[in-house]
């Protein structure tokens, strides 16, 4: 069965599954991590407050790391 999305013609079946690292769970849910910027970072001179959003497991909640934005 081949599921697509408005605008994407991919071949599900030529994708590859993600599954946790944690335990091999193979659905995940949208969840926010939040990082803190200083005021004096920051544009606005007030300390502010920046959501990530990544995938966490349903199952253990684990986030694996190639969700996770990178660093500099």
């Known amino acids: 069965m081949n599921r ?3 605008g994407l013609q991919v071949d599900i079946s030529k994708t590859t ?4 690292g944690e335990c091999g769970n193979d659905t995940f849910v949208q969840v ?6 200083s ?7 007030k300390t502010t407050m920046i959501p990530m959003q990544v995938f966490a497991c349903h199952k253990c909640g684990y986030i694996n790391e ?7």
């Open 17 to 20: 599954e993600e599954i946790c």
């Open 66 to 72: 190639t969700f996770l934005p990178k660093e500099n």
């Open 4 to 6: 697509e999305q408005p």
């Open 39 to 45: 005021a004096l970072l920051s544009p606005t001179g």
């Open 32 to 37: 926010f991590k939040i990082r803190k910027l």
